[in-house]
């Protein structure tokens, strides 16, 4: 009798164990970024913007028919750009893309030589936001106006 509750009772066990590794199989990670998709009205002049702005490295797209661009963003996925909007729109800056430099005061020179205006967060002209946290953040437009920070948090 003792041999029978023995057995019973390593089977219930043997039960409830498979099923949680079945629920600790399905269990997915959280979910990772994969690319953020621009799109833009001229993809040769906004090719050149990310690429002269913030050197990117552009990759092999799949598509092959001159309207997407691909850049790496390292670890954190890629920037693909695809030609087709209707014209410049108009952004809120709180909807922005956001990289991170080793040096705000290194980046600022670059995009000053390039002409390129940039903000503080209230819209101060050529001024740097400095946050409570002592990181240093500027923002600026690509050419179809989609808003982009640049800061030092590394």
Not at 48 to 68: C, L, M, S, W
Not at 72 to 100: M, R, T, V
Not at 123 to 139: E, S
Request: with cysteine; charged share 20%; net charge negative.
């Amino acid at each position: 009798m003792k041999i029978i509750v023995l057995l019973i009772t390593a089977a219930l066990s043997l039960g409830s164990f498979h099923k949680t590794m079945a629920q600790t199989e399905k269990k997915q990670g959280a979910a990772m970024l994969n690319h953020i998709a621009v799109y833009v009205t001229d993809l040769e002049k906004s090719t050149a913007f990310y690429k002269n702005v913030f050197e990117f490295t552009q990759i092999p797209e799949p598509f092959h028919d001159g309207r997407h661009t691909w850049f790496s963003l390292g670890p954190a996925g890629q920037l693909h750009l695809i030609q087709g909007a209707k014209g410049k729109g108009s952004f809120d800056k709180n909807e922005h893309l956001c990289f991170s430099v080793g040096s705000i005061e290194t980046f600022i020179e670059k995009i000053k030589a390039e002409d390129i205006p940039y903000e503080n967060w209230a819209g101060a002209a050529q001024t740097v936001t400095l946050r409570v946290d002592g990181i240093k953040q500027i923002y600026f437009q690509d050419p179809d106006g989609h808003w982009l920070e640049v800061n030092d948090d590394h």
